[in-house]
């Protein structure tokens, strides 16, 4: 039988997508697309649960529109399958309240009393709410309102400098521009707009391993550089590769830069293990393939991390490399910092699941067998702040990726300094 915890994990699953994706309640319930109606639908129970936990989490809008489509299954009825109406009413009344609706909450909290007259909060209620609502139509009839012109507009802080200082960060900006892009929506960004000129298609075979087959290379992003190799991993060696790391899968966790430990987090919903050369002939040919297009030594970069997303699995916005005061996290998994990022994708995610750089404006979805490649630090070593990436939910199905970190240790030659910081 499912435990609280993994009721609460699935409330919060519902809550990720609707919030990330804007999907009405009503699109919910009826059951998320592509998958068996019987199995999805949500019944007023349900309906009723994710309303009220949005409800203890303060997120008042959520519970208005949770409890909206609550009020719409009631179908006219004070009672169905264990839910009262009054109950719908009460939440509905307190948080319309709350947005600033008083009349709204005024009318909500009438409707609560014909249901049950002698219920002491909801008298009180509607006295305070009555009071207050006069008070709010008092105060906007003597209000004089300022010509537009006299309004400040409030000035947006820039997410980038020159240097991309991670202090100019905003965590409340980035996170409306991860789910607008999550959503397919343009953002506002502080790079200048690419030359779609400089985005091109090669065949790449600068590795004797490509000379027989060359690398299908095609540029998607020209500030930071951001590449795709397409059709980079065969289907077989895509199933080699799940199957070899199915059993040893267990839930991701990430580094806490404050504390130094290795914790699980809430902003990353994932399952992962770790595969070697040693495991398998399939990760052997990708390792070495891998080390091949993106002219990388391969020898002193992490193991490939094989990772399983689930239903509104995600990845919040994050980077590959360590900042200074957190190199010391890292040492254990190779020599120096972690300079580059392969991402291979391993399956056709059915909704959701895009990969996406709040900072820069880029989203991508690859198909499955590609891999998306990108430097995570300048040439001088510094961290680029541009790349700062995220995994989007699932809305529904499953998916699955690969990443391969290379270190900077071995790369000297290879990618050596430029003659300015900013390269």
């Not at 499912?2 to 919910?28: C, F, N």
């Not at 397919?184 to 600068?206: G, P, R, V």
Request: charge should be neutral; glycine fraction near 6%; include cysteine.
């Amino acid at each position: 039988m499912p435990s609280e915890v993994d009721l609460d994990g699935a409330l919060k699953a519902i809550a990720r997508i609707q919030e990330t994706y804007h999907l009405p309640p009503s699109y919910i319930t009826a059951g998320l697309r592509e998958m068996p109606m019987e199995e999805s639908q949500l019944g007023i129970q349900d309906t009723y649960t994710i309303g009220r936990d949005s409800y203890h989490q303060e997120k008042y809008y959520n519970t208005k529109i949770w409890m909206e489509e609550a009020f719409r299954q009631m179908n006219g009825s004070s009672y169905k399958d264990g839910v009262k109406l009054s109950d719908i009413l009460d939440h509905l009344s307190w948080v319309e309240f709350k947005l600033g609706n008083v009349q709204q909450a005024v009318n909500y909290t009438v409707e609560w009393l014909r249901l049950e007259p002698d219920h002491i909060r909801a008298r009180t209620n509607l006295i305070y709410m009555t009071r207050e609502n006069e008070r709010l139509l008092g105060d906007s009839s003597s209000k004089v309102e300022k010509p537009d012109a006299a309004k400040k507009e409030k000035k947006l802080k820039p997410h980038q400098r020159k240097r991309y200082d991670y202090k100019n960060f905003d965590w409340p900006t980035e996170k409306k521009n991860y789910r607008r892009l999550c959503r397919d929506e343009e953002i506002l960004t502080y790079e200048e707009k690419q030359d779609d000129n400089k985005l091109k298609c090669s065949y790449f075979n600068k590795d004797p391993l490509l000379r027989i087959k060359p690398a299908r290379m095609e540029r998607v992003w020209e500030k930071p550089p951001i590449y795709i190799f397409r059709d980079f991993a065969s289907k077989k060696e895509i199933e080699d590769l799940k199957a070899i790391s199915g059993p040893q899968l267990s839930r991701a966790t990430v580094h806490n830069p404050t504390t130094g430990k290795i914790e699980f987090a809430n902003y990353r919903i994932s399952e992962f293990s770790w595969l070697y050369d040693t495991d398998g002939e399939a990760v052997a040919k990708v390792n070495a393939r891998l080390g091949a297009v993106t002219q990388l030594d391969v020898s002193t970069a992490e193991g490939l991390q094989v990772q399983n997303y689930g239903m509104a699995g995600q990845y919040d916005p994050h980077f590959d490399f360590s900042r200074e005061h957190e190199l010391k996290l890292i040492k254990g998994l190779g020599d120096g910092n972690r300079i580059a990022t392969a991402l291979l994708y391993m399956n056709k995610v059915e909704a959701g699941g895009a990969t996406v750089f709040p900072y820069v404006g880029a989203r991508l979805t690859p198909s499955e067998g590609d891999v998306v490649f990108w430097h995570n630090l300048m040439r001088s070593g510094d961290g680029d702040f541009r790349t700062r990436h995220a995994g989007c939910p699932i809305i529904s199905g499953t998916k699955w990726v690969a990443n391969k970190w290379f270190h900077e240790a071995g790369q000297e030659f290879k990618r050596p300094c430029g003659l300015s910081p900013y390269e």
